[in-house]
């Protein structure tokens, strides 16, 4: 017996799987008509699916798991640990040891104090966005001893011509950062909210889940028409291009885009 969920997951994905058919059978035509010297320059025929109405008739079998709430406990520290060495590392923001300990420490202290039991998701999201408060305060910190060090090597430059100017040229600060610091710190920020959320959220067990009969056969069997649900729902056509997007290191990545 599915779930309500999975059923209609299932139809958008079979109505998918229908595109993606019709695309590679225009393909295939294109081919054809080039080969076909009659059809050589013809328009050749596409099909898409901009609305698909379905009317399904379904009946609510069991609602498994009525007593369970979509609840979310407080990430422990190696999951916040686990969230800020990837957001680190996407967004190419070195932290060494002390930096990235202290981070989980005040985000963890943060939670500790304000995540008691287990929350409901808009309040659990909201705790983590609050938590990100401690860090951003702690990396702006960060950033000012950074910009300390550059101006003392930028002075020591200027006072001692065999200096190492490094420090100051193109505000090079070492594996610390780059001129670009406050960005990239900005960008660390957002990325860390976004996975820690997605950590929290994902670790969470489902909900109350709605089973449903939908065959042919176990509707005849109801013999009650009252009984029986029909659900109506529109479907829209949509689509993703496939963009290359150039980085700042002259490498690039693929986005899907919508079209």
Known sequence: MPRLGDLVGTLM?????????????AVRLVELYGAEGLLQGAPVPRFRL?????DMPVLMAELRGADN????????????????????SATDLHLDTAWEGEIVRRIDAHLADSWRAREPIDRALLLTKNAMHAAEALLH????????RRFDASTAAREIPSADPRGAADGD????GTASTPARTRAFLRTLALRLNAKVIGASGQGPRLMVAASTGELR????????????????EDGFEVV?????????????TPE
Do not use: H, Y
Request: charged residues 30%; without cysteine; hydrophobic residues 40%.
């Open 13 to 25: 994905a079979e109505f998918t799987l229908a595109r993606v058919r019709a695309d590679l059978e």
């Open 244 to 256: 290359k997007v150039e980085r700042g290191d002259g490498g690039s990545d693929l986005r899907l």
């Open 141 to 148: 910190q960060r950033e000012r001893e950074i910009g300390v």
């Open 50 to 54: 901009p609305d698909i109405t379905v």
């Open 173 to 176: 600060g070492g594996p610390e």
């Open 69 to 88: 709430i979509s609840s979310f406990a407080r990430p422990n520290a190696d999951v916040i640990r686990n969230a800020v060495v990837e957001s680190a």
């Open 221 to 236: 069997e109801v013999g009650d028409a009252s009984l029986i649900t029909r659900i109506r729902m529109s479907f829209n």
